[in-house]
């Protein structure tokens, strides 16, 4: 009995329960709310905020109380650096990807700089790094759209691809894959657990603690980087802030797939749940009218409830 009720009590099972009641509240507030087509355009959108809490789901992860708000002004600038690149034309993709990876992976290089040389907390850094974004996409783009998806690049986003469901889902799959792969089979997944644990015993161990960190941030950007391409895709161009709604959401979904903020334990497959979870939760908002600040009160207050029960973690680890 004691079994069954420690695996109710998972933060995977617990959000796949939640998942399922919310979609049975959304079609009794408004029928049709749990239709295949419907569930299909969450999923997009749900893949869209995945792929943005796979790098914090790793920064989190690595300890020291880690969090890259960055994330939502890095979406914001390879949205726009995409959208410039591509200019409506397919032959534009494979130079926009290089570009965003590249843009993705500097600044996330200079968070991790920031955090491991400077030994700036990674809460200012990344911060700072957003404060720094915003105001580029304002000097740059002053809020105006700027560029245009590919059309190969939309229909990846939107279309049917492979049984049914579009490109994007099954990116998000395969990166699903690789980040169990790279945390459960790998030195660096080993050695992010280690020093999310225990940072003093890791260096004593002979884990390179600044590399593996700084990679996480370069890899955090890159994620993000990745989102920002696909949201073009899905909205067709591109807005100076619109990357910002991913910051919050993000780090719910990590926290409440069973990743402490202290780090240190968890995984992406309870991040991907969450972030089904809170995709769902906002078209119900939506669907009852509630505004944009209303839905940040909410999921704010959504945070504060959840490292209530999964977020204190370790808080005076050795």
């Avoid at 749990?34 to 959108?45: E, N, P, Y």
């Avoid at 790098?55 to 109380?65: A, D, F, P, S, Y």
């Avoid at 839905?295 to 409830?305: H, K, N, S």
Wanted: one cysteine or more; proline letters at 4%.
């Amino acid at each position: 009995m004691s079994g069954v009720l420690d695996f109710a009590k998972q933060p995977l099972v617990v959000a796949l329960a939640l998942t399922i009641a919310l979609l049975l509240l959304g079609e009794t507030l408004s029928p049709g709310f749990a239709s295949g087509q419907q569930i299909l355009r969450l999923l997009i959108v749900a893949a869209l905020l995945g792929i943005v809490a796979a790098g914090q789901n790793l920064v989190i992860l690595g300890g020291r109380e880690g969090i890259d708000l960055s994330v939502g002004g890095v979406v914001s600038l390879s949205a726009i650096v995409a959208g410039n690149l591509m200019n409506g034309t397919d032959a534009g993709i494979p130079v926009a990807i290089l570009g965003c990876v590249a843009v993705g992976a500097l600044f996330g290089l200079i968070n991790g700089l920031g955090v491991t040389l400077l030994r700036i907390p990674p809460l200012v850094m990344t911060l700072g790094m957003l404060g720094v974004l915003q105001g580029l996409l304002v000097v740059v783009r002053q809020g105006i759209p700027s560029g245009q998806a590919a059309p190969a690049l939309s229909r990846f986003v939107t279309q049917p691809f492979l049984l049914g469901l579009p490109g994007i889902i099954w990116l998000w799959i395969l990166i699903g894959l690789v980040m169990a792969l790279l945390l459960k089979r790998t030195v660096f997944g080993h050695r992010i657990y280690s020093i999310g644990s225990n940072e003093q015993a890791a260096l004593m161990a002979g884990v390179p603690v600044r590399t593996v960190r700084i990679a996480l941030f370069v890899l955090s950007g890159v994620f993000a980087a990745i989102a920002g391409i696909c949201l073009l895709g899905y909205s067709g161009t591109s807005f100076a802030n619109v990357g910002e709604q991913y910051m919050l959401p993000s780090i719910i979904a990590v926290v409440f797939g069973g990743t402490p903020l202290a780090g240190g334990k968890g995984g992406y497959t309870g991040t991907m749940a969450g972030a089904v979870l809170l995709v769902i939760l906002q078209s119900i908002l939506t669907t009852v009218n509630i505004d944009e600040s209303g839905r940040q009160m909410v999921f704010g207050a959504t945070l504060l409830v959840l490292m209530l029960f999964y977020g204190r973690g370790r808080a005076l680890r050795a």
